[in-house]
């Protein structure tokens, strides 16, 4: 499948993706993100129940930075080293034209499959890079940032709803206007 949107979040979180087989399904960030996902037209309803619930991503696919549930449900920055290989081969299958990095991990994650210097892209939220064509993605991509949609930022408020709307808002204006 291919990809315009590609969603990088951090692991397979114990009662979401790890449970159900799909990202963000069955947990508190995924409410969060299927919901505004839904809402800027990348995926077929608002809610993700479980892996057979009809829900489709729309030119847009959801991975993760550690393929596997980390310890305390934090990764290890050896796990993120680790599993790259296969988030730089992700992005080279789809050759999306945005990625949304979910929290700076991700976005650490995604800078190292692209053979970047993070200190040339740093991490804030709603920062917006344009990324340099790299071997994997010869185009270049354009790269959101966004905090974690997880419990605790949503809880404390570092990051609302419109905070994260704001960023998809500007992420689906930049593909719909791309060629």
Not at 29 to 38: E, F, I, W
Not at 58 to 71: D, F, G, M, W
Not at 139 to 156: A, E, I, K, M, P
Request: charged share 20%; hydrophobic share 45%; aromatic share 6%.
């Amino acid at each position: 499948m291919r990809a315009r949107l590609l969603v990088v979040g951090l692991a397979p979180g114990m009662h979401g993706a790890n449970r159900t087989g799909r990202p963000f399904t069955g947990d508190h960030a995924g409410r969060l993100l299927y919901r505004t996902l839904h809402r800027f037209g990348f995926a077929s309803r608002p809610v993700s129940e479980s892996a057979d619930d009809g829900l489709r991503l729309l030119q847009c696919r959801i991975t993760n930075a550690v393929k596997c549930l980390p310890p305390a449900n934090k990764p290890l920055p050896d796990e993120v080293a680790r599993c790259n290989r296969h988030l730089a081969a992700e992005i080279a299958h789809l050759k999306p034209r945005a990625l949304l990095a979910l929290g700076a991990v991700a976005h650490g994650a995604i800078l190292r499959a692209l053979s970047l210097k993070a200190s040339a892209f740093p991490f804030a939220h709603h920062a917006v890079h344009d990324l340099p064509p790299a071997s994997i993605v010869p185009h270049g991509v354009r790269l959101f940032d966004s905090y974690h949609c997880s419990r605790y930022n949503t809880q404390t408020r570092r990051l609302t709803e419109a905070m994260f709307a704001a960023v998809l808002r500007d992420l689906s204006t930049f593909l719909h206007g791309a060629a």
